[in-house]
């Protein structure tokens, strides 16, 4: 592990404030301005885009980049929230997740580029579950994907079409990104996690 990352002292769980800061707000915000640039050259234009994010910060990311998006083309892009906890392919393994909200704008997503918001990209399976509540809702002309942080370690054939930071983590490290409006702050850090078991998921 690279000297600059700081370590947890030993018998210690870290926390959201544990580590050092790898994107600080200023940062966070010029990602997600690019991200909303990409997705609208990809898209050629906002014709039919639908934001989807998957709760719980994904969903404060989604509204941030329609936000940007209206920044650059002065039209109002539908944002969303898509919950995934009965996709979840761990509910055997633990109880089940609090449900949060699927709120899809106008109810349908027939026709639409869906753009799927969330804050780190890991092993691709919360992913997976995202395509699995979709898929129950309708056949989006195309699904994309776009996440603030890509740490690595997939276990799925997944990617991101929109990357505001690809990070370079070990299984022992933890990565947390802290929004305003959930955590009073804006930042992503990284710590060393002693405790975390090698392979186990985040």
Known sequence: MSPARERVPEGTTPTAESGRVVLAGEEIGRALRRIAHEILETNKGPQDLLLLGIPTRGVHLAR???AALHDVEGVEVPVGSLDVTMYRDDLRRQPVRHLEPTD????????????????????????????????????????????LVDRGHRELPIRADHVGK????????????????????????????PARREGERQ
């Open 64 to 66: 941030r980049l329609g």
């Open 104 to 147: 899809v704008p106008g109810d349908r997503v027939e026709g639409k580029v869906v753009v799927l918001v969330d804050d780190v990209l890991f092993s691709g399976r919360t992913v997976r579950a995202a395509l699995d509540s979709l898929a129950d809702l309708g056949r989006p002309r195309a699904v994309r994907l776009a996440v």
């Open 166 to 193: 690809n990070l370079p983590t070990s299984r022992g490290e933890r990565v947390w990104v802290r929004l305003v409006e959930q955590d009073g702050a804006d930042e992503v850090r990284i710590a060393a996690d």
